[in-house]
């Protein structure tokens, strides 16, 4: 079986985080449909899951983390870096346009009904997400560890625990449960 060029793994990265960030611009969100683009094409399920885990726990965007994560997974250093201009590139036009238009009609009462309406809708589509990565786990199906562990970590962040903090407990949990 011949192995894309180089050149295509690279094409094929910068194509899928511009419709990923294209498709579905806010963060958490777009976690399912990469994980429908990436899966299978440049990087195994279990990688994946891992991807996310990680770029969760480590500060800064977990986007552009992750991004960072499946670039190098696919394609090295130049995949972190097609990658990323693939991650980048939708996020900042749409974000000057917003501004823009955010500008000119600051002043209008249309505008504060509009954001309360999306508010549902990102809720709706977080929970889509944790709902695509609880059936991305290892185990294939959701067992007593696995909920013990979603629990303890819901628990934890209804006491404000920071999520890398919760994150980080998980995993190292996860160590003693999976073994």
Not at 18 to 34: H, Q, T
Not at 59 to 82: D, H, Q, R
Not at 136 to 151: G, M, Q, S, V, Y
């Amino acid at each position: 079986m011949n192995q894309p060029s180089k050149f295509a793994v690279w094409w094929k990265l910068l194509w899928m985080f511009l419709k990923v960030n294209l498709l579905s611009p806010s963060g958490p969100a777009s976690i399912g449909l990469l994980y429908k683009e990436a899966v299978g094409t440049v990087m195994s399920e279990e990688r994946f899951v891992e991807a996310v885990g990680f770029s969760n726990v480590l500060p800064g965007s977990e986007a552009l983390k992750l991004a960072m994560f499946v670039g190098y997974a696919a394609g090295g250093i130049p995949g972190v870096l097609t990658a990323l201009l693939g991650a980048v590139l939708p996020p900042t036009v749409m974000m000057l346009v917003v501004a823009f238009v955010l500008q000119q009609f600051q002043s209008e009462n249309w505008l504060n009904g509009f954001v309360a309406g999306m508010s549902p809708a990102v809720a709706a589509l977080m929970v889509t997400v944790a709902w695509e990565l609880s059936r991305a786990t290892k185990a294939k199906k959701i067992t007593r560890r696995f909920l013990l562990i979603a629990a303890l970590s819901a628990v934890a962040l209804a006491f404000d625990v920071p999520s890398p903090l919760v994150l980080l407990g998980a995993g190292v949990l996860g160590v003693f449960l999976y073994r």
